[in-house]
């Protein structure tokens, strides 16, 4: 392809601002690359179009890198803000599971504890009220006589007689049961008394325990939130430093490339000036004694062992050498046979 062809081609592209990042910094290398070889086969016009064009698509891209990298920035510190909250979700939805294990094992502890309370309750209460509620275990030596007296009574046929140590029996049976059941009662209510007061310790202790438990529990949680929010702080925080610098680093480019073209746009082209004639003290020379008018004289130049002297059409006019034993610095001139000398 041909350079006015690319150029044409290149030409069409006006709207680089709907073009992506990829898009433009291809373009921009086709222009260089257009620039380039349009400088090189000599083609200034063309050259500075796309130098031109250059310079607008650089604006451009510089504009869009930094966009998006602000785009992306703000992605990046949404994306890792959105870490944090779904990390201390999964933190809550964890606690809140471990707790309501802990909770339930707990309230099956209690309920345990609970039963079997309740079951050494009912041994007491079986063991001193409902078990032989009304039996004597160690009836009284007045009982037995008495039981005696109706055997021999029943025995001899005095049915009478028998019958009213009957009733005496029954009514020293009925008052000496009683007292065995007050006894009981008394006895029952101090165990009871010690089983409640066990009881009460047995609760306290586990209690205690899952205090302890929960606060332990609790703690360990809270340490876990802490150390997640550090963690994401200097993750964000570093995060940030590092945006902070590429983004500077992108402007300070843009900032270069804009100076770049301010500089290039003020560029005032500065002819090189030429230098007066330079004025022949004298010349002596046995293979040339031409005489050489210090009007014509435009230039000399020194080179290792020889001078060149031209005129003002440039053309060289005479060429001599240095005697290196007497010329030895630009202060000795005037010292020994007279040579070329310019001033």
Known sequence: MSNSSSFSNLKNKTSYNNLTIEELQETLEMYKNLEKKCSEEEK????????????EIQKILDKKNIKETQSRHLYEITAL????????????????????????????EKKKLEENQNKEIENLRELYINKNENKIFNPSREIANLQKQI???????EYLKANEFKFELNNKIKTESEKVNKYKIEKFNKEMEKLNIKHINERKILDNRYNQ????????????????QIKFRNRIRELENKQKNELLKLKNIAEENEKGIKRN?????????????KKIISYN??????????????KSIEKKDKIHIFDNNNKKILSAKK?????????????????????
Do not use: T
């Not at 200034?44 to 310079?55: G, L, M, Q, R, V």
């Not at 746009?265 to 004639?277: A, D, L, T, V």
């Open 44 to 55: 200034y016009i063309e050259a500075d179009i796309a130098y031109k064009k250059i310079n």
């Open 81 to 108: 803000e959105m870490n944090q909250k779904n990390e201390i979700s999964n933190l809550i939805n964890e606690k809140d599971k471990n707790y309501y294990q802990l909770k339930n094992k707990y309230e099956e």
């Open 151 to 157: 055997e021999i009574c029943a025995k001899n046929k």
């Open 213 to 228: 438990i929960f606060l332990s529990f609790q703690k360990n949680n809270s340490n876990n939130f802490e150390k997640v």
């Open 265 to 277: 746009k003020n560029y005032k082209f500065k002819p090189i000036e030429s230098s007066p004639p």
């Open 285 to 298: 020379n046995n293979n040339n004694n031409n005489n050489i008018n210090n009007n014509e004289l435009i």
């Open 323 to 343: 005697d290196k034993k007497n010329i030895k610095n630009k202060n000795n001139l005037n010292k020994g046979p007279k040579r070329n000398v310019f001033k």
